[in-house]
């Protein structure tokens, strides 16, 4: 999973995504999904992790997760706790709701996972001083 990152222009990680899916759901996703299928990754994408399988950004899916965390894996707001550090959503969960309505610009940013990322209690002094 990605967020926008609208000063890059580019979809950085945030977090893989294997949970809160129903039968039916995982039944017809290859089919849902199969448009956006991608024989390499597309330039839009930033990303550390090379999947089997890439797809092009356009689907939003609503997830959600314990908390925010800092990662080594994902790239969504690189360099907050670190030059090898992202952002991550801990123990994601598919909440079943896909967002036909948004495009994938229009779901949440890279800008305000950082955002919410600040403002969890006991973040380091580093990422709490960095203007947003």
Excluded at 32 to 57: A, C, Q
Excluded at 59 to 80: K, Q, R
Excluded at 84 to 93: E, L, N, T
Aim: with cysteine; charged share 30%; aromatic share 8%.
């Amino acid at each position: 999973m990605a967020a926008y990152n609208q000063d890059a222009g580019t979809y950085s990680t945030v977090c893989k995504l294997g949970t809160g899916f129903d039968d039916a759901f995982l039944d017809g996703l290859p089919e849902m999904l199969e448009p956006y299928r991608s024989g390499e990754k597309p330039l839009t994408v930033d990303s550390k992790m090379m999947p089997d399988v890439w797809f092009d950004p356009t689907l939003v899916l609503e997830v959600t997760g314990a908390e925010l965390s800092v990662s080594p894996i994902h790239t969504a707001a690189s360099g907050i706790e670190g030059e090898d550090s992202g952002i991550a959503i801990r123990f994601p969960r598919f909440t079943g709701i896909v967002r036909r309505d948004k495009g994938p610009d229009q779901a949440t940013t890279v800008e305000e996972i950082e955002e919410m990322y600040r403002m969890q209690p006991g973040k380091s002094e580093r990422a709490d001083a960095k203007d947003l």
